[in-house]
């Protein structure tokens, strides 16, 4: 009989510290260099909240052992927040919820997030991207990021809710101010944060009382109407649910289409080909989010003591699975630091939407709002070039794109 595995504590591994693994901004042969001191088994690193998890297997393990627990409900915990008035506030949501109440509230509001619900958008989108590059086509220039990126996603969750087109500002402003919840100064920054929210719950509320009193064929209503052996949402998980699509389904599309669209810049060769094969939109998709995806990692906390790899983690533990190493990890993608849009998908997805029972519940919507989005863009604007230096937004594990994306094309398309 085999003798038993010893365990090592976490604390007491000798770890690199790659603290900069999941910056973006860094270019493809600086990252080949510093990776090339790194071990080629090496799984796990040290960052400045706890451990990096590197390859692509062990990041699916983690986020599918239920057993590590999604890091959202501790971002004030891990930002210095102490406040009691703003710690009272914390609410579990389908995002941060776990266990039983994870499953419950996922078996509810699931089939209303279906690939079919999403296709029925499509129509809405296309007109939308029309509508949105009419505005710039015929200066041959645009800020993409202010211009297109900016605006496109709010009208579609204006729409998925049966709100008036012309709340989309409202909506775009709430999110960008409850996004400052990951910019990582909380304390400059929850006052702003609990007023988007206050104002976001009371519209939302407005919506709800009015579609229990006539359903529409909108989410909120497929909500309300969500039912499984007599259990229902109640009304403050209907606020949170809307409030969870709308920072989901808002800030994660617009970057990642800015990314995409920066990434295709310097790939003229691959945005050329799509515009030639549209049919390759759902493909582009996947491999843009595999190679430069807006959600770089995620974070987990150890529940209880976890024993993974014969490695220790005691209970609190702060794990990053890292989205983005794990996208170009070579044991699963074959040259992976190449970016190429008729590849083969692999047996394995790319994880930029996350694994496990937190996986995007927005995916297929997300999935089509940048399908649509991408082959009208490279329909419309075929020889796109840079037109000056791409402003990054600060590199966090939280949501990246560009802040400013400015372009020229040929006018008039």
């Not at 089939?111 to 710039?136: K, N, Q, T, W």
């Amino acid at each position: 009989m085999a003798a038993p595995s010893a365990v090592t504590p976490a604390a007491e591994l000798d770890l690199p510290d790659l603290s900069w693994i999941d910056d973006p901004r860094m270019g493809t042969e600086e990252r080949r260099a510093r990776m090339g001191v790194v071990a080629a088994d090496t799984w796990i690193a040290r960052n400045p909240f706890g451990y990096s998890i590197l390859h692509y297997d062990d990041v699916v393990a983690v986020l599918r052992d239920k057993r590590w627990h999604n890091a959202v409900g501790r971002l004030m915990e891990l930002n210095g927040i102490d406040n009691p008035e703003w710690l009272a506030r914390r609410r579990t949501s389908i995002l941060s919820a776990e266990g039983d109440d994870h499953t419950r509230l996922r078996r509810l509001v699931g089939p209303a997030f279906s690939p079919r619900h999403a296709d029925a958008l499509r129509p809405f989108m296309r007109r939308l991207v029309d509508e949105l590059i009419d505005g710039f086509a015929a200066r041959g220039t645009c800020d993409l990021a202010v211009d297109f990126c900016e605006p496109y996603p709010i009208p579609v969750i204006c729409e998925l809710f049966g709100a008036p087109s012309e709340d989309w500002k409202l909506f775009s402003n709430w999110a960008t101010e409850i996004f400052k919840i990951f910019d990582g100064n909380l304390q400059r920054d929850m006052p702003t944060i609990i007023a988007a929210q206050d104002e976001l719950d009371a519209y939302v509320g407005d919506l709800i009382e009015q579609r229990r009193a006539t359903p529409s064929d909108d989410l909120i209503s497929a909500l309300i109407a969500a039912e499984e052996e007599g259990d229902r949402l109640s009304h403050s998980e209907l606020i949170s649910m809307c409030n969870a699509v709308l920072m989901a389904g808002t800030d994660t599309t617009r970057n990642q289409i800015g990314c995409s669209v920066a990434l295709f810049a310097g790939h003229p060769d691959q945005w050329a080909l799509l515009g030639e094969q549209p049919e390759l939109a759902a493909r582009a998709v996947e491999e843009t989010m595999r190679y430069l995806g807006a959600v770089r990692g995620t974070g987990r906390f150890a529940s209880e003591d976890i024993v993974y790899r014969d490695v220790l983690f005691p209970k609190g533990t702060f794990i990053s699975p890292s989205l983005a190493q794990a996208n170009r990890d070579p044991a699963v993608f074959d040259d992976p630091a190449t970016f190429d849009i008729p590849r083969e998908p692999p047996d394995k997805p790319q994880l930029t939407f996350g694994s496990g029972i937190h996986y995007c519940l927005g995916a297929a919507l997300a999935r089509a709002e940048q399908q649509e989005a991408l082959a009208i863009l490279a329909r419309r604007m075929p020889d796109l070039e840079l037109a000056g230096e791409v402003v990054w937004k600060p590199a966090t594990v939280g949501i990246f794109g560009p802040r400013h994306l400015p372009l020229r094309f040929t006018p008039g398309h």
